[in-house]
T-cell receptor, first 115, second 116 residues
């Protein structure tokens, strides 16, 4: 069983739709949760960064973490064609030792927003 | 802010050649840098972690003599793929973070390595 599971998609929705992306995980030590967006042949771009359980909103993006269920979500409102990309969830345990932060990534979900 | 530059973006070379990839943090000091490998349609796999001035810590299964990492300054880390072979062809991505604790990692745009 992988530490982090993410549906690879592909997921295709019409412009303006609300998109829901999800990851589950098995390691209860994870406390820091991130969502990255990756365009083709580019490096991942940090979208959201949250600690422990709860919600965080930034513009059209909302990240939710439910540690009791080991489940995290990213919602995209009013989706745009420019949101078409691969979305990666990533998480880590408390990595304060020597400043390291080992991230474990999900497989990534390919999202296409159709005009 | 938090810009990470990676160079070259694409390299093609013959089997047996050694290839060096540079990763620079442009507007912050990177106490820790990470090197990942990504195969098509797959996620990022951590290869090694390096702290400035220290030897890199390699993940299980990654050959340290094959993938040489140098992190000589707070703004530069290099990955050298020695005697590269076609199976080393992949997308290599670096990331950098500053400070101790769980500051987020910021990624470069990756290097596409093709070994003929």
């Amino acid at each position: 069983q992988k530490e982090v599971e993410q549906d690879p998609g592909p997921l295709s929705v019409p412009e303006g739709a609300i998109v829901s992306l999800n990851c589950t995980y098995s390691n209860s030590a994870f406390q820091y949760f991130m969502w990255y967006r990756q365009y083709s042949r580019k490096g991942p771009e940090l979208l959201m960064y949250t600690y422990s359980s709860g919600n965080k909103e930034d513009g059209r993006f909302t990240a939710q973490v439910d540690k009791s269920s080991k489940y995290i979500s990213l919602f995209i409102r009013d989706s745009q064609p420019s949101d078409s990309a691969t979305y990666l969830c990533a998480m880590s345990a408390d990595g304060r030792f020597q400043g390291a932060q080992k991230l474990v990534f999900g497989q990534g979900t390919r999202l296409t927003i159709n005009p | 802010g938090a810009v990470v530059s990676q160079h070259p973006s694409w390299v093609i070379c013959k089997s047996g050649t050694s290839v060096k990839i540079e990763c620079r943090s442009l507007d912050f000091q990177a106490t820790t840098m990470f090197w990942y490998r990504q195969f098509p349609k797959q996620s990022l796999m951590l290869m090694a972690t390096s702290n400035e001035g220290s030897k890199a810590t390699y993940e299980q299964g990654v050959e340290k003599d094959k993938f040489l990492i140098n992190h000589a300054s707070l703004t530069l880390s290099t990955l050298t793929v020695t005697s590269a072979h076609p199976e080393d062809s992949s997308f290599y991505i670096c990331s950098a973070k500053t400070g101790v604790g769980n500051q987020p990692q910021h990624f470069g745009d990756g290097t596409r390595l093709s070994i003929l």
